[in-house]
C-alpha cells in the first residue's frame, strides 16, 4: 500500500531528542506556557523573518484570534475564497463579521486577485488570502490593489516556510527565496499532525510585525489576560502547550530538508503527467511547500475507487465549495463561484510526503497511465 501522507518523518535519533524534551517537561510540570513556547515562537521568528510570533490552540483559533484583534464592527466584510477548507470562512462567521466570498483562479487554485477587486466595498475590511496546497499568494500584487486600510490576513496553514517566487521563466528551483509574509499583516498557521509542520496533536501560531496587534493577540490567546488575574479584554482560552512547543522546535530543523523533497517529488509527478491529456495539473511555482499534490479530471470518483484498488491511498481537498456548505446557507445569499465549484468536483490530491520514495511516485504515475489508457 502507497501511503497518502506521513504525519511523523522523523529519524529515530530526532525522535530520541523530542521524548527527551518531553520527558524534561513532564519533570518540571510546566505544561501550560513553559519557557519552551517562548523558545518557539523566537525560533520560528527567525525562519519566517517576521518579528513576532504567537503560538495558540491550533490554525482555526489563529484565524479567530487575529480577526477579533482587529476590532471589526458587524457591517464589516471579510474577503476569503470559494474553495478553502472549513476554518477560513468559520473564522470569519465566528467573529460576526460578513462573509464575503471570490471566486479561485482556474490554473492555481488561490485566490482570483480581479475576482477580489468586484468584491471590494466600502464596508470590507479585510481579505484573507489562502496559500493553497502550500503556493503563497502573490501579496505584493494584492496589496498594491487594495492599499493599506484594508488588512491581510495570510492564511498559511499549508505553506511553512514557502517562497514566493514569480519569475517569469520555468524553473524546478526557487531562485530567489522571497518571502512576502511583509505584505500581510498577520500570517496564521496550522500544526496539525498532517502538515508540513505537524505537532503531537492540535497547534497553531499567528505571525506579525506589528507590536500592537502582537500585543493584543498575546492577551486574546490567554483569556484576555496577560498579567495572571488582570483579564482587560475578552479573549479565548487558546494556547499552544508546552510539550507541543517542543516537538516543533525540534521538528523544524528538518522542514527546509522536508520541503524539498515534496518539491523533488512533485517535479517528477510534473514532468510526467502532463503528458496525460485527461488531467489538469496544478499551476505551481518552485517556491510552494507542496503540502499537496492536487491533479484534476471529469472521472475523479472512478479515478479514486481504481487508485485504491491498486493500493494507492488518494485524498480529496476539498469535496466542497465553500459557497455550498449547509452550514453557510443562511448566512450567505445564493451565488456561483464557477471556478470553486469546478474544483471541487474534479480535484484529487495524490500521495506526496518526505517518506515517499521515488519508486512509489513512479507506481502512483504508471497506474494513473494505465486508467487513463484503459479509459
Known amino acids: 500500500m502507497i501511503n497518502f501522507s506521513e504525519v511523523n518523518p522523523i529519524s529515530p535519533k530526532t525522535n530520541l531528542r523530542i521524548n527527551k524534551a518531553i520527558y524534561k517537561i513532564i519533570k518540571k510540570k510546566n505544561f501550560i506556557l513553559g519557557d519552551e513556547v517562548k523558545k518557539f515562537e523566537k525560533k520560528f521568528s527567525v525562519y519566517t523573518k517576521v518579528k513576532h510570533s504567537i503560538g495558540c490552540g491550533n490554525g482555526t483559533d489563529a484565524l479567530i484570534l487575529s480577526l477579533m484583534s482587529l476590532n471589526l464592527k458587524k457591517k464589516d466584510e471579510v474577503i476569503v475564497p470559494g474553495l478553502s477548507y472549513v476554518s477560513t470562512a468559520l473564522a470569519v462567521v465566528l467573529n460576526r463579521s460578513n462573509l464575503i466570498f471570490a471566486d479561485i483562479d482556474e490554473e492555481t487554485g488561490l485566490i482570483c486577485i480581479d475576482q ?37 490576513i495570510e492564511d498559511s496553514a ?3 516556510l514557502a517562497f514566493s517566487c514569480l519569475c517569469a521563466k520555468p524553473h524546478s528551483n526557487c531562485c530567489n527565496n522571497n518571502r512576502n509574509e511583509k505584505y500581510a499583516d498577520i500570517s496564521c498557521y496550522s500544526f496539525y499532525p498532517a502538515k508540513n509542520l505537524g505537532a503531537y496533536g492540535d497547534g497553531g501560531l499567528i505571525t506579525t510585525n506589528n507590536k500592537k496587534i502582537y500585543d493584543k493577540i498575546l492577551a486574546l490567546r490567554n483569556l484576555g489576560s496577560i498579567k495572571k488575574h488582570e483579564h482587560n479584554i475578552i479573549g479565548l482560552n487558546s494556547r ?34 502532463k503528458k496525460i491529456k485527461d488531467i489538469k495539473i496544478t499551476k505551481t511555482n518552485p517556491g510552494s511547500s507542496r503540502h499537496l499534490y492536487v491533479i484534476r479530471c471529469s472521472k475523479r470518483n472512478l479515478l479514486l475507487k481504481y487508485m485504491l484498488k491498486n493500493k494507492i491511498l488518494c485524498q480529496i481537498h476539498y469535496p466542497y465549495s465553500l459557497n455550498k456548505l449547509k452550514g453557510f446557507k443562511n448566512i450567505i445569499k445564493n451565488q456561483t463561484l464557477k471556478n470553486s465549484e469546478n474544483w471541487a468536483n474534479e480535484c484529487l490530491s495524490l500521495p506526496l510526503h518526505p517518506k515517499l520514495t521515488m519508486k512509489n511516485a513512479g507506481e502512483v504515475v504508471r497506474i494513473l497511465n494505465k486508467f487513463f489508457k484503459k479509459k
Open 116 to 152: 477580489i477587486k468586484n468584491k471590494i466595498s466600502k464596508n470590507t475590511k479585510a481579505i484573507i488570502p489562502v496559500n493553497l496546497y502550500g503556493q503563497k499568494v502573490d501579496l505584493k500584487k494584492l496589496r498594491k490593489i487594495i492599499g493599506r486600510k484594508i488588512f491581510i
Open 240 to 273: 499552544l502547550d508546552t510539550i507541543n512547543a517542543a516537538v516543533l522546535s525540534e521538528k523544524i530543523n528538518y522542514l527546509d530538508k522536508f520541503n524539498n523533497i515534496r518539491r523533488k517529488i512533485s517535479n517528477f509527478y510534473d514532468r510526467n503527467l
Open 158 to 160: 499549508q505553506s511553512h
